[in-house]
Structure formats: C-alpha cells, structure tokens
C-alpha cells in the first residue's frame, strides 16, 4: 500500500472514530447514565462501571476503523448501444442488439434518474414502444481486478436517443421466437 493509501487509511479510521464518539455521547453514555442511575450502586461503582462500558463500545469500533479502506477510485468508461427496445419502464430499458451477424443478444440497463437522464429525439420514456430502434449511452463503472482486467462494479444508462419509431407488429425477437 502506498502513501497515498496509508493516508486514506487514515483519514478513514479518524472519520470512524469521530462518528463513534459522537455516537457514544448521543446515544450511548446517556443510555448507560440513564440505566446506572436505576442500579443501586454507590457514585464511585456506578462511574467505573460506566468507564468500563465505554472502553468495551470503543474496542468493538477499534476493528471497524482499521478495516482497509477502498482501493483506488472506481473508473468510469462510456458506451454505447444501438438495437431494438424490449421493453422500458422509469427504471430500466432493455435493448435487443446484434453482436454478430445472426446473433441478437438482450441488454438490461437501469436508467440514471430523471434530471440526469438525457433524451433525444422523444420527451418522456412513456413515448418508447416495443420495436423502437434506440441508441442507449451508459457509463460502467470499474475497478481493476487481480488479474489485471476491469471488473464492473455499475452501469448507468445515462443518455437515450431515438433512431427509428417501430412500425405497428413489425417487433419480432430472434432468441427463442415471438415474444
């Protein structure tokens, strides 16, 4: 681990115990007062005990904090595909495609919300049909893997532009017949 990530290690484990802390004087200490106070114990007991309650909530978080943080910073990339809309809702659209020559393959993207989904060509996602040709940019978020190839971690449709309106019953799936 570099530098870089000692401190981030770092700057991690103090944003931890900051939040015990203050979680320990919200909630915790006046919870543990509250309970002692109910106890028949002497002043002097009461507080050891209190102490003692305290530093065992404190050990607890200590494994939490020194947990190492996320590696680097996720990287994005943008892509694009153009095929036929299955089906779309306000969460997803799902685009059939051709990869190769004879073979369709469907794609599910879920949509980025609404004021930072851009539309092109039509005004509101109720306007999609089965059969319309779009183009859909997404971004997909990545991480590099141990094997030196990115690994998804999100993909976000971010983008969608209308290429051609269906015409009526003109949709017809290639994967295992009418849909």
Not at 46 to 51: A, D, V, Y
Not at 82 to 98: L, Q
Request: aromatic fraction near 6%; include cysteine.
């Amino acid at each position: 681990m570099g530098i870089r990530g000692r401190l981030r290690a770092m700057e991690w484990s103090r944003w931890i115990m900051l939040q015990a802390s203050s979680w320990i004087r919200a909630v915790a200490a006046p919870r543990l007062v509250a309970i002692h106070a109910d106890l028949a114990l002497t002043p002097r007991v009461r507080s050891r005990h209190l102490w003692t309650c305290l530093l065992v909530l404190m050990t607890a978080l200590l494994p939490a904090a020194s947990a190492e943080p996320v590696e680097e910073t996720a990287q994005a990339i943008i892509k694009q595909v153009t095929g036929s809309v299955v089906n779309v809702n306000t969460r997803t659209i799902s685009v059939e495609y051709d990869q190769k020559a004879g073979t369709s393959y469907e794609m599910l993207l879920p949509l980025a919300k609404k004021d930072e989904l851009h539309l092109a060509h039509f005004q509101t996602l109720a306007e999609l049909k089965r059969g319309d040709t779009v183009t859909v940019t997404y971004r997909e978020t990545y991480k590099m893997g141990d094997d030196g190839k990115p690994v998804p971690l999100t993909t976000l449709a971010t983008e969608v532009a209308l290429v051609k309106r269906a015409t009526e019953g003109a949709f017809r799936s290639t994967q295992g017949g009418a849909r």
